[in-house]
């Protein structure tokens, strides 16, 4: 007899978001004349004192789709992560070459603690973009 995994908040609201990501167009369909994203991410803790990663890498403008979400770093996250797509859009429509800003975590700390401890970890980002 096989066993369905366990369905949780989290899986849930993963499953949820691979589907919304997977739906949408890629960048390079999306925003024909943007021909180079880099992006240069730093996690930090809730009061923004702590950075607990850093990454920098060149997007593949063929494959990533235009919904541009980036998970958050705590494991346990629920109903959490960041969302780039509007900071995108608005950088590309503006032709700026450079954002730079900072997001806070709207989802959970973990399953037990939902509707009572908010995640807020903190996405310090840069975007540079070339057309």
Known sequence: MMHSPKTTPRSEHLLLEKQRVQSAPTLAETFPELKSLTVDLGYY????????????????????????????????????????????????????DTVSSEMC??????????DTVPCHNILRYKLTLEY
């Open 105 to 114: 975590c709207q989802g959970w700390r973990s399953r037990p603690t939902i």
């Open 45 to 96: 803790d809730p009061e923004g004192l702590h950075r607990g990663s850093q990454i920098k890498y060149t997007v593949n403008m063929q494959f990533e789709k235009s919904v541009f979400r980036i998970a958050c770093h705590n494991h346990e996250c629920v109903r959490g992560d960041f969302d780039l797509s509007n900071a995108l859009a608005n950088a590309v429509t503006a032709r700026l």
